[in-house]
Structures are given as structure tokens and as C-alpha cells.
């Protein structure tokens, strides 16, 4: 499942990552708070300001995290992302290659006895100093792993798509509330300064009341590169670009709303004779109509160049993010009386450390986190809806509550 | 149905329009060829260099239009882009206003004898100066004035849409056979430098194979602009936002993929209670599967801010027109290899002139031109399935031939 990473190349990919976090953040909370068997990158880099990202100051020992799985998102982004963290700290890696495991290991200075095996996965239940397993395998496995996570007494982040089933989406929450323990899904976009600022800008009436948006996500998918094989698999992806990339045009839609979808219409494409595409789809278009009136016509495509984009239309003025969803370097601009579009400059913050520090603040304080399981089942439930309109040919309607959030 | 243009004002604001045409085109083609009885705005200015987007020199004497309505679009953009034009001239006016008729005619030297209202508008068939009517009326007496400019032994050229039912646009088709004159549907972005470089780029492949389309166009209806008013009527509109500004998203899929599609899928949305969409659709989420697997995904809306933009992604890249299909300003841009997108600029050219002066020349040479009845009517057709599609809420196939232009 993991991503077989060349280590000298991994290596030096991830000193470059976290030396340019690290520059961004300041990288002082992590730094002055890292024990002595603590190794991390950044920490020979000068603390020079305080970390921009920190809200409230974090109180108490940090929330301890076990990684689970190490492909190319878990190494390039998330690993480096907790040098920007406030209150989420890495202390153990779950993977099934043993050398890479050690390797990482010794780069972030986990202990030893805080590596696991999926075999000795159940094992975490003993580990006191994890508080949170993290999960980020191919999406047909987040439901076994936050399940078996919530039974060992941990808390879960899971990555988005939570599962490639509604049941499977409720079989999680329900394990975690059993166990009495928090369930998050990974929605970095909604810890994104840019994406928070639109957000934000819209519930102000700054572009007037909303009547459109479009939301395209793309990017040409290779399977021949570790990252991307088993996505081609819908044994281990469930889905095609819809629920890997595609759900990035439908949560922009549900947080740019604040409102659930009441019906979906959709066309899949997948080019015949494209290896790729024997099992997944290729190409989504899916419109959702919400009880506002507000229309989003959204894309996804495995097929095509880059595109992370959305627009949000007002009866006031628009806004634009191009790109809304990278991991760095997302552009917020708006239009107002028809004026052209102009940049809204937004203090840059680490999605990811936001994201897990979020989690962490949650599990301190007793909160519940923004995007808990029953949302990410909100939006299993409705791309199962967009599956079903391109299959049968028809809109769906969609049942359940009307507002989120 | 013409617009009451306050004189004062239309008449500095047709001066600045026609200042800002003859200096990007250096106003002096039209010039020389004009009469000592023709006056327009321009002719003060010196002649520098030659217009810009003479292609073929003309040869013979100039084509003569009379331009049937002198709505806002009529008097702000036609009237002047004559000045621009190589082949075209302005002879002729049809009125239902006198005064503003009589006044406009002094400005652009149309002598008395070439300016009729309504009611005299069949005997335009006695004067030899005018070759062309030019229909720009509201679009519910496209079909009967493009008709009788037929029976009037004249070649038309009718703005967008082509007509309010395909029925229509079967009759105006049939009456410029038996008169054996040409007829054109006014399709400005088939002419505009932009739009045919991101056609010349896609079929260079500089973008790969395309995938995606995706096309917005939007505005405010104000109704209480004599301009807008009787686009809030059904039986002078003959639909809303779709019909108006719907068409160029409809189009831009169209031309870009060289390709008719085979089925549609649409949404529509009027606020409830706002009188402007008592008639008339405010927007329109529309999807177009082409028989190569493209998805377009396109909207138009009179409720939202200023919106006229398209994206086509390719495999290997995308092009980018934002805006896309304004009177004037528009812009290309192109990503290639995951690079950002970057601008490609595109020498100015005036898309009214070029639209009316390829009219000109295929009645010289006896060509078809490139915008036929036909192009009007497929359009006119996918758009009641669009509407049906949105009423019967399923999609609609399409039937008829799979290959345009």
C-alpha cells in the first residue's frame, strides 16, 4: 500500500519540504517544545518569530499522533506538517515496509516502540503516549483501520474519502462513539486560510446573496507511480476521480453554502480502452441543486491537466480561487460591481498543522471537531447519489437534514 | 422595441465608442472609400496606419447593409464598428422611432431615402443600395423580419439566438433558399480574435487531447434599463438567461470542439417572487456529453455578477479565456505541463467589423458563410432540449448530425 520512496531522493524531498515549512512558521512552538530524543529537520534552523498560525496558545503536554501509512501524501505532507503544530505532535508511525518505517523513524525521532505493523496495528491499544492514529491508507481500508483505531482507544483523523460506503461511513462513527472517542475526517481545504477567508466573505454578504458556483478539480492520474496505483483499483479506491478529487468540488459547494444538496444530476466519461480507467471512472460533471437555489456545476477528471479551482457567484460580485485546493500557494481573488477581480491577500497558515492541531484542541477541551465523521458521511452519501444519477440516467433526490455546520 | 436613447447621452456615448474603435484600427480603410455624404465620428481623425484586420483586400464596391433596430447593442457596438470595416458599409436604418431614426442617420451620413420604419420595411426591396439587413430586434421578431428581408430580395444577417422556436429557424432557412440570398447568424465570437486562436490552439493540439469544458456566462437582469426590458418577456425573449447569454457557453463548446453533442442534462433556478423571473429562467446548469467523450458543464445566469469565461482542458494543458466573449478585453491564457497559466496575447481585432465583413465578402464571392441559418437553428434546437431536459428533469438525446463548421 505504501509508497516504496527511493531514500536518498525521500530524504532530501523531505528536508526541502520541512525547511520550507519551517522558514514559513518560524518553526519555534515545535522546536522549543521538542524533547532531547525528538530529531526533527528544522531543528537546527534559528527560532526567529513566533509560529502565525497559533490561535490560542496550546496548554497542557501535546496531543500525541500515530501516522498510519506512509505513501507520498503521509511523507511530503503530512510528517513535515507537524513542525508547524501547536498542539499535535508526532510520537508513532504505522507501516508495512519495515525499512522504510526505521528510516522515518529515525528522521522524526519517534521511538522504536512506537513503530507498528498492520499485524501489531491492535497493539496501539498499550501505547499510552498515542492519542490519535491518523489514517491515511487507500480509501477501501479507512474504515477497517479507524475502526480497529477506535477500539484500541484512540481517537481517529481519517483521510477524505472517510470510506467508499454510507455503511462503512456508519459502522466509523459508530465504533468511535462506542469507544468514546473523537472521529475526524481530514478536510485540510476547510482549515485553508484562503477557503476560511471565502468562506467567510460570503457569510458577510460581501458578493451578495450567492446564486452559482463552479468547482473543477483535475489531474491526470499515473498509475505507474506508486502514489497512484492503487487508485486505478476500485477494490482499494472505491471510486475514480470523483471521490479522490471530485469531493474537493463538492465540499467547496456544501461550505461555500453552508447548505446540504436536495437533488444531484451527473455524467460519468471514462476513454474507452484506457487502462487506466477499466475500473474507476474517469471524468465526473455533477450539478447539485441546494435549498436556496443555489446551483453548483462541479467537475472532477483523472483525465486532464491540473485544476483545483472554484468560483462562487454573487448577485453582488464573485469570488475566484485558482488555485483553491493546492497544498500551497491557493489565490483568493474578488469581483465587486463588476469591477475586475482584485487579490484578497491572505496570511498564509499550514493546512495540515491546522487541521491537526484542530483535532488536538478538540480532544483537550471536550469540543467536537468542525468536520466530524457524519460529515465526511454527508458526502460518501451524496457522491453514492452522484454514482446513482450518471448510472440510472436521472437526478436523485437526497434525504437527511438541509443544513451543516 | 428600440431603445429611447436620451440623445445627449447616446450621442457622446456612440462618439467615445467610435473614437476608441478608429484609433485601435486606424480608422482608414472606412475613411478613404467614404463619401462626402457619409459622416461619421471617426473621420476627423488621421489616418496612420492601416486597419488592422484586413485580411483580403476588398475589391468592388462596398456591401450595403441597413440595420433593422437600434437597440443599445445596435447604436454601441454595430453602428460604430462600421468604421472598422473593409467590405461592409452602412446604408440603410430601420426604425419604429423616428426621431432617434432621423438623428442617427445624420450622424452616420445614411441618406433620408434609406431609413424606413416597420410599416415600410417590405418596400427596402426597391432599393438597389441596400445588399444586407442586419436583424437586431428583440428575438421573437428575428424570424419575421429575417423572413420578409428574404421576400425583400435582400441577404440577412440575424443576431443570436437565431429565433424562439427551430420551427422558426426552419422557416427563415427556407425563405433565404427560395430568395437565393444568404443568411447569417450574428455569432461575434466566431469572429473574435481570441476565441479562433484557442480554436486554432486546440486543433494544433497545443493542449493535448480535450477532456473538459467548462463555460459560465452571466449578468444582473435590469429589467428597468430599456435595454433589458423586454428580455424579461417571454413572448418577445422567448426564454431567459440561455437564450440570451446562455447561447455563447453553448457555443464556445460547440466551436471548441468542432463537435455536436449527443445529449443534454440541465437545471434551472428563478427566485421565487422576483418579478424579473416571473416569465423568463434566471439560470441554467447545463451539461453536453460530444460524441469524443468531452463534457461540457456550462451556466448562464441573469442573476449573478458579470460573468463570460471558458476553460478547456486538455491532457496536456489548458486554455483559459476570462473573459471570454466581451465586446472588447478579452483574454487568452494557456498551461501546458502543469506549468501556471501564462498569457497569450493576441493582436486586437474588432469582431463586429470582422463578422460583417466576412458576410460582405461571401455575398462578393458566392461562398457560405462560416455562421449559416443552419448553425442558428442547431443551436436554437439544443436549447429547447436543454429547456426540455430541465422541465422533464432527465436528459435528452439529441438527434441529428454529430459534426459542425
Redesign the interface.
Known amino acids: 500500500m505504501s509508497e516504496p520512496l527511493e531514500p536518498a531522493r525521500g530524504r532530501r524531498a523531505f528536508f526541502q519540504q520541512t525547511l520550507a515549512l519551517a522558514t514559513a512558521f518560524g518553526a519555534t512552538a515545535a522546536c522549543s517544545r521538542r524533547t532531547a530524543g525528538e530529531k526533527v529537520g528544522a531543528e537546527a534552523l534559528p527560532a526567529t518569530e513566533p509560529p502565525k498560525q497559533t490561535v490560542a496558545a496550546a496548554s497542557g503536554p501535546r496531543v500525541g499522533f500515530a501516522v498510519v501509512g506512509l505513501g507520498k501524501f503521509a511523507t511530503e505532507q503530512i510528517l513535515p506538517a507537524f513542525a508547524a503544530c501547536t498542539r499535535a505532535k508526532l510520537v508513532g508511525l504505522v507501516s508495512g515496509t519495515p525499512d522504510k518505517a526505521k528510516r522515518i523513524a529515525e528522521q522524526y525521532g519517534v521511538e522504536a516502540k512506537n513503530v507498528y505493523d498492520y499485524k501489531s496495528f491492535d497493539r496501539i491499544r498499550d501505547n499510552a503516549a498515542i492519542d490519535v492514529v491518523y489514517v491515511i491508507l487507500p480509501n477501501s481500508l479507512h474504515a477497517e483501520y479507524s475502526e480497529r483505531g477506535a477500539r484500541a482507544g484512540k481517537h481517529v483523523l481519517c483521510e477524505k474519502p472517510m470510506a467508499i460506503t454510507a455503511k462503512e461511513c456508519e459502522g466509523m462513527i459508530r465504533a468511535s462513539k462506542t469507544a468514546g472517542k473523537k472521529l475526524m475526517i481530514g478536510y485540510r481545504a476547510q482549515f485553508e486560510p484562503n477557503n476560511l477567508r471565502a468562506i467567510e466573505l460570503v457569510k458577510r454578504g460581501e ?2 446573496k450567492v ?2 458556483i ?1 468547482a ?1 478539480h ?1 489531474r ?1 492520474l499515473r498509475p505507474e507511480e506508486p502514489s497512484d496505483s492503487w487508485r486505478a483499483k476500485r477494490a482499494l479506491a472505491g471510486g475514480g476521480s470523483l471521490m479522490d478529487i471530485g469531493i474537493y468540488s463538492l465540499q467547496a459547494a456544501r461550505y461555500i453554502t453552508g447548505e446540504e444538496p436536495l437533488e444531484v ?1 451527473a ?1 460519468t ?1 471514462s ?2 480502452g484506457d487502462p487506466r480507467f477499466a475500473e474507476i471512472e ?2 465526473v ?1 455533477f ?1 447539485l ?1 441546494f435549498p436556496s ?1 443555489v ?5 472532477s ?1 483523472y ?5 483545483k479551482r472554484y ?1 462562487v ?6 469570488l475566484d480561487l485558482d488555485p483553491a485546493t493546492a497544498y500551497e500557494g491557493n489565490v483568493l481573488r474578488a ?4 469591477k475586475p477581480a482584485e487579490l484578497i491577500e491572505v496570511p498564509h497558515g499550514n493546512q495540515f498543522a491546522a487541521e491537526m492541531d484542530h483535532l488536538a484542541e478538540c480532544i483537550q477541551s471536550g469540543k467536537e471537531p468542525k468536520t466530524p465523521g457524519e460529515e465526511g458521511l454527508r458526502d460518501v452519501r451524496i457522491m453514492e447519489a452522484i454514482y446513482a444519477a450518471a448510472r440510472e ?3 436523485v433526490r437526497l434525504g437527511g437534514d438541509t443544513q451543516h455546520g
Open positions: 458578493i451578495g446564486k452559482t463552479i473543477d483535475g491526470i444530476s455524467r466519461f476513454t474507452p474517469e471524468t460533471a450539478s441543486a437555489g446551483l453548483a456545476n462541479c467537475t477528471s483525465g486532464h491537466a491540473e485544476g468560483r457567484f454573487g448577485d453582488k460580485g464573485y469581483s465587486k460591481g463588476g440516467h436521472r437526478p
